[in-house]
């Protein structure tokens, strides 16, 4: 069972996400998601996190837009979910899906090295029985 804060970040982002697509209509919202709602236990704070697709340039014009349409969100949510407070809303960029995306470019990156690597050295194959392991293939000395 999830705690009353962790149930209401989660309506808190639903609804902000219903709301920039369907309600807010200022440009520089762009491609915006948001990514996760922390709530205060007190319910008086809530961090949103979001994405944005796009350059610095495109990131930068998301904050200014949700920086006016905050208090549009605000009144919407505490609406909306049926707080008697509407929570204050802080919006930060969530940079840990760039860095996801970064390390699995990398991880691709060495798969395709690792791939050209053995296409051009492939490994000879095996013979039965003439390696240079001993049977059973255990290097080390037995104990005494």
């Known amino acids: 069972m999830h705690s009353r804060p962790e149930r209401v970040a989660d309506q808190i982002r639903q609804e902000i996400t219903t709301l920039l ?4 209509h200022d440009p520089g ?3 915006v998601t948001i990514t996760r709602v922390t709530v205060t236990a007190d319910l008086q704070l809530a961090r949103v996190y979001y994405t944005v697709i796009g350059d610095i340039q495109a990131r930068q014009n998301t904050a200014k837009a949700l920086g006016r349409v905050n208090p549009f969100l605000r009144r919407q949510v505490a609406h909306r979910i049926k707080l008697r407070r509407a929570p204050e809303l802080e919006f930060f960029y969530d940079d840990s899906v760039a860095g996801a995306q970064r390390i699995e470019e990398l991880l691709e990156d060495v798969r395709e090295e690792r791939r050209q690597y053995e296409l051009a050295n492939p490994e000879p194959a095996a013979e039965d ?4 392991q001993p049977e059973g293939g255990d ?3 037995p104990r005494k």
């Not at 697509?21 to 807010?24: D, K």
Request: hydrophobic content about 30%; proline content about 7%; cysteine-free.
């Open 21 to 24: 697509v369907r309600e807010v």
């Open 29 to 31: 919202v762009g491609f």
């Open 129 to 132: 029985g003439d390696g240079d």
């Open 139 to 141: 290097k080390t000395p």
